[in-house]
């Protein structure tokens, strides 16, 4: 990553960090950013960026569904204590290539995760269509899990589409699986 993508990250995090310090505790879009982080480049450059921060844990996302694929940020508390210098940034090879040391125990836990996912997907009141598109994306996050080497940025986007977004249970699933992630990238 470049010293301005770097640079521009910081910002990004600075600004939402304000937000929160702020009493501010929505969530924002990528214009707001780009204006009020005062950050050039593309809605895909601001995404990429935010995508980065994400999986380090220092923001969080929700889907926002008055724009197709479109995403509302805001500041963990990691994100604020960094911006307070009260955190500070360990380097992982697991951040940039996606490649998490996940034990066979926590695979079988993310498993598990999916497997209630599924249940709580097919008991739902959901119409047939959307539940089978959730079950679909399910099964390919779990055949993803499977595989030799899990690509788990992928498994997590999958998991943070908009078709299972409608489910309440899911965001503590999600949340579950990030922790795991989360302690593999420790061990």
């Given at each position: 990553?470049?010293?301005?993508?770097?640079?521009?990250?910081?910002?990004?995090?600075?600004?939402?960090?304000?937000?929160?310090?702020?009493?501010?505790?929505?969530?924002?879009?990528?214009?707001?950013?780009?204006?009020?982080?005062?950050?050039?480049?593309?809605?895909?450059?601001?995404?990429?960026?935010?995508?980065?921060?994400?999986?380090?844990?220092?923001?969080?996302?929700?889907?926002?569904?008055?724009?197709?694929?479109?995403?509302?940020?805001?500041?963990?508390?990691?994100?604020?204590?960094?911006?307070?210098?009260?955190?500070?940034?360990?380097?992982?090879?697991?951040?940039?290539?996606?490649?998490?040391?996940?034990?066979?125990?926590?695979?079988?836990?993310?498993?598990?995760?999916?497997?209630?996912?599924?249940?709580?997907?097919?008991?739902?009141?959901?119409?047939?269509t959307k539940k089978a598109n959730a079950l679909a994306l399910v099964d390919a996050a779990q055949t993803l899990?499977?595989?030799?080497?899990?690509?788990?940025?992928?498994?997590?986007?999958?998991?943070?589409?908009?078709?299972?977004?409608?489910?309440?249970?899911?965001?503590?699933?999600?949340?579950?699986?990030?922790?795991?992630?989360?302690?593999?990238?420790?061990?």
């Amino acid at each position: 990553m470049s010293a301005s993508a770097i640079s521009d990250q910081r910002k990004i995090l600075e600004y939402l960090s304000s937000r929160i310090a702020g009493g501010d505790n929505r969530y924002c879009t990528i214009p707001t950013i780009k204006k009020h982080a005062r950050i050039d480049g593309s809605n895909q450059y601001i995404l990429a960026l935010t995508d980065d921060l994400e999986t380090s844990g220092f923001i969080i996302t929700r889907q926002f569904y008055q724009i197709s694929g479109g995403r509302l940020f805001q500041a963990t508390a990691r994100g604020v204590d960094l911006v307070k210098g009260d955190q500070t940034i360990t380097v992982d090879s697991a951040q940039w290539t996606g490649r998490h040391k996940v034990s066979e125990a926590q695979r079988i836990a993310i498993s598990a995760l999916l497997l209630d996912l599924r249940r709580e997907i097919e008991s739902s009141k959901l119409s047939n269509t959307k539940k089978a598109n959730a079950l679909a994306l399910v099964d390919a996050a779990q055949t993803l899990v499977d595989a030799p080497d899990p690509p788990w940025p992928e498994v997590m986007r999958l998991l943070r589409s908009p078709s299972l977004g409608n489910i309440l249970a899911v965001a503590g699933f999600i949340f579950s699986i990030v922790q795991i992630l989360v302690a593999s990238t420790g061990s």
